[in-house]
């Protein structure tokens, strides 16, 4: 996984609720063995009509908005437990997805694949959708060290909640199985001190 400790970036506005794995990645595209191309069907029945032309009107489609954050409505990740949708979002470009509200199994899986989900209030989230409304380019910094999103134009600041190993492995890009090769040499120090001969 990417390192992940200080993102500026501008941002894709998709002020809507409840939004449900199926929706991030419909069911039907769940055959794959890898984690690669997923991104290509993110949000695919919101972005493609039936013949499979792009939606003018949904956000991913209008290249006012781009950037490598998703700021959503409340209640994000809901519905079934698939990892495909954090890799789909990750696949897709974003490193990381701003909500005031994240369903608990969709935020470890995003975590565990280095997506990085930074809840904040409802107050904060609206006056991100009020300033990015206003200005599609404005930028937002996400420092995880401190654990502070920020709008430096709009002098706006708040700080967010995160795991601290999740914390410790997205700021050295590791994986659960990384982050036991890191220990590597302290493993078998403990081995070797509690052999039974």
């Known amino acids: 996984m990417d ?25 039907r595209f769940l055959k794959a063995t890898s984690r690669d191309g997923f991104g290509d069907n993110l949000f695919r029945d919101w972005r493609y009509n039936d013949g499979d032309q792009p939606k003018q009107d949904f956000v991913l489609n209008d290249d006012t908005y781009t950037g490598k954050v998703l700021v959503a409505g409340e209640n994000f990740g809901c519905g079934s437990s698939r990892e495909h949708a954090a890799w789909a979002l990750y696949d897709y470009g974003f490193k990381a997805v701003v909500s005031s509200y994240f369903a608990d199994i969709f935020k470890g899986n995003a975590l565990n694949n280095g997506l990085l989900p930074v809840q904040v209030s409802q107050e904060f989230l609206e006056k991100i959708f009020a300033q990015v409304k206003l200005d599609p380019s404005t930028e937002i910094v996400i420092e995880l060290e401190v654990q502070e999103i920020s709008i430096p134009s709009a002098g706006l600041l708040e700080k967010f909640d995160i795991n601290p190993y999740k914390k410790m492995c997205l700021i050295n890009g590791y994986d659960d199985i990384d982050f036991l090769l890191s220990k590597k040499e302290q493993i078998e120090v403990f081995e070797k001190q509690h052999v039974e001969f």
């Open 3 to 27: 390192k992940f400790k200080k993102l500026t970036t501008t941002v894709v506005p998709l002020p809507v609720q409840d939004i449900d794995t199926d929706q991030i990645i419909p069911a």
